[in-house]
């Protein structure tokens, strides 16, 4: 045992001893490569990463580590102005019935933040794009009243973020945005629309964020090749004013204004036209003679359709409003026009009825009072005029000869006229269609007479009163 314990003691001192002379060759050899590194020889020929070395003098430079950037710049200070401005890239649709518009823009801010100056001799900026966003501090601008917004992310996220050496700070993003638009209807389709995109900032109050308009009304620019299929753009223009609400307070909001003017053409082809056509197809009907029923019925529920057809059309793409438009009172206004035509062949039609039937009881009353045999006349016979007839009508009958009324007959009857009919033994055919067309009724109805004038001019003075007004 004694000699054991001998010999692992001698192993122990062994190693200690190897362990203590590498430790002074290591530092022999890092001591020998200092020396030489003073002398002007290199350590190593590794390339260096240039971009890792960047990106470290970059967080260096900015001191983004050194300062807390969830507070604003000058905290408990005065307000940090922000200016903004805006380029309009298009103007991509106007909805009437979602009563909103679509636009894409490019939103710039401008801010001075101290915590990000970095010296320079060239007095260059920095440009990084959205990574370092989420480092540092940012305006919360947000747009009211929107809808839906996105900031477009193909092929990386359209963020742009500059610094400059004093510590000014351009922040730059590529944004659409759907917004509310409280649009009138009233003078539809010759109307025009004003609608505004509005921004704000959402936690900041006027008293910690001051936002305006960087250059005024140069602040907003447009791409002149905007263009919309049914609105004509008039003008861009830019107001700023303080938004106030009971649980927060006074905040700075900024409007971008914007006027459209409707084009009219679509809607004259689509709507004026068609319906002013079916009023006119309309009024064929008073020329069509009035005993032709099949055809005056059917032109007239065809307009009338049409005309429904047309209103229908019209409303389909348009919101449910409360109030009239101006298509409204040209379309209602020419459904009555057409309907009216309809009601006035029901009343030429119901009158000629009844027309005709007192002249059937007249005829045939005349016919049993007025037909007596003339003695003395081998071939003739005699036939009573009511007194209804004209006296040109009884005139122009001619080969007739006139007898008077017998004495003893009523005195309302004496205005009666006996006509003698010669007849020939052989013109016993004859007799029956002379007869026949002796009634003498009128195939043109006085309504229908007075109706070819009224209805084309009333038409066409509500319709200088309509366009005088609209336009």
């Known amino acids: 045992m004694p000699y054991s314990a001998k010999l692992l003691l001698l192993i122990l001192c062994l190693s200690a001893l190897a362990e203590g002379g590498k430790h002074k060759s290591r530092k022999r050899r890092w001591s020998a490569n200092l020396e030489a590194h003073k002398h002007g020889t290199p350590l190593s020929k590794k390339v260096v990463d240039g971009t890792k070395t960047r990106k470290v003098k970059t967080d260096h430079l900015l001191r983004v580590e050194d300062h807390d950037f969830t507070m604003r710049p000058a905290f408990a200070g005065p307000a940090v102005p922000v200016g903004v401005d805006v380029q309009v890239e298009s103007l991509d649709s106007i909805s009437e ?69 004093d510590g000014h700070v351009l922040y730059s993003l590529r944004v659409t945005v759907t917004a509310a638009c409280n649009m009138d209807f009233s003078r539809f389709p010759l109307d025009s629309q004003t609608c505004t995109l509005e921004l704000e900032s ?33 003008k861009f223009h830019t107001t700023s004013r303080l938004a106030f609400y009971s649980s927060t307070g006074w905040y700075n909001r900024l409007y971008i204004n914007f006027t459209l003017r409707r084009h009219i053409f679509f809607f ?157 033994n052989e013109s016993t055919g004859t007799k029956k269609k002379g007869l026949r067309g002796f009634r003498i009724i009128q195939n043109t109805h006085a309504i229908d007479t007075y109706s070819r004038m009224i209805f084309p001019g009333a038409y066409i003075f509500f319709n200088l009163i309509y366009w005088s007004v609209y336009c």
């Open 202 to 234: 959402y936690a900041y109050t006027d008293e910690d964020l001051m936002l305006y308009w960087k250059s005024g009304d140069e602040s907003l620019s447009t791409d002149d090749r905007i263009s919309l299929s049914q609105f004509l753009i008039q």
């Open 268 to 424: 004259l082809l689509q709507t004026y036209f068609p319906a002013t056509l079916m009023v006119m197809l309309s009024w064929v009907s008073f020329w069509i003679d009035r005993r032709a029923v099949p055809a005056r019925v059917s032109l007239g529920i065809t307009t009338v359709l049409t005309m429904s057809t047309i209103i229908t059309g019209v409303n389909a793409s348009m919101p449910r409003v409360s109030y009239i438009k101006a298509v409204d009172i040209y379309l209602w206004v020419s459904f009555v026009f057409v309907f009216l035509s309809v009601l006035e062949y029901a009343a030429v039609n119901y009158l000629t009825t009844v027309k005709d039937g007192k002249d059937r009881k007249l005829r045939e009353k005349a016919r049993e009072q007025s037909l007596p045999c003339t003695c003395g006349l081998s071939h003739g016979r005699t036939m009573m005029l009511d007194g209804t007839y004209s006296e040109a009508d009884s005139n122009s009958l001619a080969g007739y000869t006139r007898a008077p009324m017998a004495t003893e007959e009523p005195p309302e009857k004496q205005e009666r006229m006996v006509v003698h009919l010669s007849l020939d």
């Open 97 to 165: 019935v979602d009563m909103d518009f679509t636009m894409t823009l490019y939103l710039r801010h401008y801010w001075k933040d101290e915590r990000l100056s970095f010296p320079s001799t060239t007095n260059k900026s920095m440009t990084f794009d959205g990574r370092l966003v989420k480092k540092i501090w940012v305006p919360d601008v947000f747009f009211v009243h929107s809808k839906r917004s996105f900031i477009h992310d193909t092929t990386t996220d359209n963020i742009m973020l500059r610094v400059y050496p």
